[in-house]
């Protein structure tokens, strides 16, 4: 309920702010017609449950997400998962594996982990993305020129089997789709047709050919479904089992996580066209609102869509009146037009869908990363990408991930540094600090500073260097005011350089920790294990306690051992 609350307090929901949400609104439900219907029957769906989809998830978007902008339904994105999850649990398996991620996705934004959603990496994003718009682009070949049905459960199966079906084209289909494809991509290019999306103008183009020509062997809404239903169904919970719950609990994780990256990408790209600021927690909870009532209405999973929510910002939408709107002209079509979509060719959608894929495919930012990112992030990006083609989206996102949390582990290790230095700088520094002491460190004291993070990839260095010091000074110094904090096996290892030089006869200081750090040397055992009074708050104290320790041990050395 914040956008609704913030939108409020703008004034949004004042009478001059009507008109521009409600133009926007039915513009956008124009929009999302042929593309809900078209993202439906591409998940192995009917269309009117992609209706269904896009009127009960975008109702509940707007109502109780994080960002006033987003509109929600069936997207692009899902395809490759929903389309898998259909194939093997059918129909009724996919809406549980929704209603399931609904649940997840109402967790994560209860418990907060909408900001950690944010942190996939770019090649991840972009590897993943593209391969989906592959996929989408050759699996609508076969509704593209009207090939028969082909067998194959993996992508260069299907890709082979679709070539050697080409030849079997068929001629009216392809003919249909052809002049679809140049009309929506064609007619924002005209200027009398520019204020009417494209796919609306290729949907009633090409349904009026069909209906009006008739060609055999075209394959339409009502030939492969039986034409629309009038109106939303009833709401009805789906035969869940526990059987049922447990096997579809990693799909419904995927489309779980992977709902929440395009619904949080969709929200920063709005907010970055409009200069408003989303709430990413709260557009999770929206986005489990959404998912949970959809498939109790005969819909399936919903996110936020990229592209009808920049086109809600463009033509003036600033409110969730906006979504609203959207959702109703949807209903409106449901009620008054649904005998009409009888004649609507899937040729038609399919051309609908390579338009979908190649703007998701972003081919130049696709280039520009191969040439002009880091080696390392571009190997990212074409392991994702590969990976989402020939095997599936969890794995790619999976690898990705954990590739790119390696490589970022591996730079961080590479940029924590401890450095020997000279005592004669130390005491340059400590002269500085205007302190009463004496600005001359004891002889024999040998200092070393940690400067980055203390954590597991960097202890292996940190430990060799403490350890190896190539002498056996009198007292070994450990200034960690560069250390911002440190993990439970950088505490660990740090214990045990003090304990090995200590059984060396070697005393070690620790000086300057911030309180964090301090804090967890405390409770970690770490400054039990140094003794009492070696560790020093400031540089000023450092001279009295490596002097101290410097002259205990000087006492030692002359007494007989």
């Not at 042929?34 to 269309?47: C, E, V």
């Not at 934004?109 to 959603?117: C, D, E, M, N, Y």
């Not at 703007?359 to 990212?380: L, T, Y």
Request: charged fraction near 15%.
């Amino acid at each position: 309920m914040i956008a609704l609350r913030e939108a409020w307090l703008a004034g949004l929901f004042r009478r001059g702010n009507w008109l521009p949400n409600i133009v926007s609104g039915v513009i956008v439900g124009v929009v999302a017609l042929p593309l809900a219907m078209a993202f439906a029957i591409a998940s192995g769906a009917k269309p009117e449950q992609g209706l269904y989809t896009a009127i009960v998830a975008g109702l509940a978007v707007s109502l109780f997400g994080g960002s006033r902008l987003q509109i929600a339904g069936p997207t692009g994105a899902f395809i490759v998962v929903l389309s898998a999850v259909t194939a093997r649990h059918g129909i009724d398996g996919l809406q549980i594996a929704t209603l399931m991620a609904g649940l997840i996705l109402l967790a994560m934004g209860l418990t907060r982990l909408g900001s950690v959603i944010r942190f996939v990496p770019a090649p991840v994003i972009v590897g993943f993305t593209a391969g989906i718009g592959v996929i989408i682009f050759v699996g609508q070949w076969r509704d593209f020129f009207g090939l028969p049905p082909v067998a194959g459960e993996h992508f260069h199966e299907k890709l082979w089997h679709l070539l050697q079906a080409l030849p079997q084209w068929h001629p009216a289909t392809t003919a249909l789709a052809l002049g679809s494809l140049a009309l929506v991509v064609g007619a924002p290019r005209v200027r009398w047709l520019r204020r009417i999306p494209g796919p609306l103008v290729a949907l009633l183009v090409a349904t009026a050919v069909q209906a009006l020509f008739r060609f055999d062997g075209v394959a339409t809404i009502g030939t492969a479904f039986g034409g629309l239903p009038r109106g939303l169904p009833v709401p009805a919970l789906p035969d869940i089992t526990l059987a049922r719950v447990l096997e579809l609990a990693g799909p419904a994780f995927t489309i779980a996580m992977l709902g929440a990256i395009e619904s949080l990408l969709s929200a920063v790209v709005a907010d970055g066209m409009a200069g408003t600021r989303h709430d990413s927690n709260q557009e999770l909870v929206g986005q489990g609102i959404a998912n949970i009532l959809a498939p109790l209405f005969g819909g399936f999973a919903a996110t936020g869509a990229i592209a009808r929510t920049a086109t809600n910002i463009r033509n003036g939408g600033n409110s969730p009146l906006a979504g609203v709107v959207h959702a109703l002209t949807l209903v409106m079509v449901l009620l008054f037009l649904a005998p009409l979509a009888a004649s609507v060719p899937l040729a038609t959608l399919a051309a609908i869908l390579f338009v979908v894929a190649y703007n998701m495919s972003e081919g130049r930012q696709f280039a520009r990363m191969v040439r002009r990112a880091p080696r390392a992030d571009v190997a990212i990006l074409l392991i994702t990408f590969t990976l989402t083609v020939l095997t599936d989206l969890v794995v790619a996102v999976n690898i990705g991930v954990i590739l790119a949390m390696l490589q970022f582990l591996r730079r961080m290790s590479a940029s924590v540094e401890v450095a020997r230095q000279d005592v004669v700088d130390v005491e340059r520094e400590l002269g500085d600090t205007g302190a009463g002491l004496p600005a001359r460190m004891p002889p024999g004291v040998l200092v070393y500073a940690i400067d980055g993070p203390f954590f597991f990839g960097a202890v292996e260095a940190c430990e060799r260097a403490l350890v190896q010091t190539h002498t056996e000074p009198r007292v070994l110094l450990i200034r960690l005011g560069r250390v911002p904090f440190m993990d439970m096996t950088g505490l660990q290892t740090l214990e045990a350089v003090i304990v090995t030089l200590q059984k060396r006869g070697v005393p070690v200081v620790l000086a300057e920790a911030n309180e964090r750090v301090r804090e967890k040397l405390a409770r970690a055992g770490v400054l039990a294990a140094l003794g009492e009074g070696n560790y020093v708050d400031s540089l000023a104290q450092v001279v009295q306690r490596c002097g101290e320790l410097a002259s205990e041990d000087a006492g030692e050395g002359d007494a007989p051992r």
